[in-house]
């Protein structure tokens, strides 16, 4: 026998009477495995060669049939259920042992589910917790290729909020009634597990065409549906991702295949499920990526300001500037505010760019002809963070552009949540002399209740708005701006890229244009020439 | 004195098959499994089903509404439940009725003549309070009856 070559300084060292480590492992009633990263054996003891008929050479995948687990995957877990080919059941301790060798120690398997009852469930809910989750999962993957199962990752929405405003008495009773409606909904072999949080999952056993679509879109109904808790009548949400362990020969994790669909659902709206595709992980790299890049955009001035002027219909004169951000990125080129605005939001850099903007553009329009009018957009998140006046004042104090050649405009998005904070920065604003406007109008929540809640200076109606020639949108474009100059509002329609288009404007109250037929976006430095150019004065 | 009393009042829609042996018997369960419970938790109240809603009123101690409220919200029976009025109450308005079903006797019919569409009564249109009126005034006539 050639084991004692795998351990070749340990025995010598030791006074006889004491056995060396290696008799030890030899005697080990139970099996023990050093196996490579490849799945070949390369060291089994004496009891492993017995029940396992184990020997260096050995492949894990004959061992063990229908195990798909990579090994990586498996020292994640504190012990998986492996199964030999006598059907003997393992829980199987794996250990790192460097240099891409892995130590597998082999106990006989006590029952997965008696494993759960001795105390490893979650405090609050009663469910499985992420370790008992994980070794039904390697259990289930072992058991072969003839049922495949399912990974249900969710999430609740808003729970967050609820736990904030209604404490967390109740947040906790909103967790046990969501476990039980989980419960409720999956069959007897399923397992649902709590992960902590309000993360929860479900492993779905004999999934067959279909089933895992209908689980799914039965939680996200039953989580949605109304809880009355202490006399709180509470709303939440869930997305939920799916994973199919269907190509249980593919050593697929099938948790994080779940994460990543979680991911799309939520993005794309929450309160849906979406099943797991295998461009996810591309399309989460490429974020990922981007996200990077991101981070460093600030700091290697890859941002840039463009600017696109809006005229008075009345003077037929140009009143001033929106500011429009690009990005130049090195290797892809020009990336518009539309592909990176929302992972801005997402991670929180938006608050460092918007103050950037901020101050660029107060610094940029002091060197522009007369007393053109600067616009900055604010995005929702700068509300929140709180530091949105302080950029403001600060911008112009360095700058030292007057306050009222500065309008700020914001979106509906921003007086969602917390609307009566909001309002309180925008009068704060409003205070320093600050124009404060209302993009984007028509698109959103349109709530012509915003419009009463603030006395902005200036509506913009959406874009889609001027390119519908359709009746409808013309009679919102006319009710909009007639509503908005009966509150002494502004109005500036947008998007107006033809003479056609310009003219039906003018008909219907508008104070303002801005588009492409009036004037494109332009660098800073351009901007006295195209107020110098007196074709404009010809074209409107 | 007994725990706060309350009164609940949803709307749902039908999810049983629409074949009368099978809504007949299901509704029969779900009647005798309701009167069974709610005596149990001092529940009483009522049951509407008409053109597809369901619509109920729920009263007793909060703690029994709210419980037998979440058992209502996971049966498969119904869906796109919407809870109308959720209030503090001093009387009960239906109290002898472990759960009263209404809608199958003739006084309904002219009922839901009454309050409009010939569809029949779409309970998504009224309020809790309508519909919590509604049923109450229902109960007495069928009692009286
Ligand atoms: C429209 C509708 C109304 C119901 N009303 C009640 C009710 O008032 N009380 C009740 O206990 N169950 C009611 N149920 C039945 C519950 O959904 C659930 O099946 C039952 O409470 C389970 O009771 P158990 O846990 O004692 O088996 C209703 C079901 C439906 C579809």
Redesign the interface.
Known sequence: MNVATSFPHITEAHSAGIPSAEQILESLPRSVLVVGSEGVVTYANRASMVSLAAVVGSEMRDLFPGCVLSLATMTGAPSCLLISRDGEKFDAGIAVLGAGQFLIDLRPSLDARTADMQGDLDELTGLTKRNGLLKHLSSALCSGPASSIAVHCLDLDRFKMINDTLGHAVGDLLLKKVADRLTAACHKDDIVARLGGDEFVVLQRNVEEGTAETLASRIVDLIGRTYVIHGHTINIGASVGVAIGANALQDCDLLRNGDLALYEAKKAGRGRYRMFESGMDALLFARREMEIDLRRALALKQFKLNYQPFINVTTNRVDGFEALLRWEHPVKGNIPPLSFISLAEENGLIVKIGEWVMRTACIEAMSWPGEMIVAVNVSPLQFKADTLLDTVATALKRSGLPAHRLEIEITEGALLDDTDNVIQTLNSLRALGVKISMDDFGTGYSSLSYLQKFPFNKIKIDRSFVAGDDADSEAILRSIASLGTSLGMAITAEGVETAEQLARIRGERCTHVQGYFTGRPMGTDQIPVFLARNDLDERI | MAASM?R?VYYSRNHIAHDQALFASNIQKILEKSRINNQRDEITGALLFNAGCFAQVLEGP?DK??AA??RI??DERH?D???LA?D?ISRRSFPNWAMGFIGTSDIQAKRFAGIGASTGFDPSRLSGDEIHALLRDLAIEEEAA
């Open positions: 309350y609940l909060l509404v709210e409220f979440e919200q996971q869906g439940v919407s809870l959720l503090p």
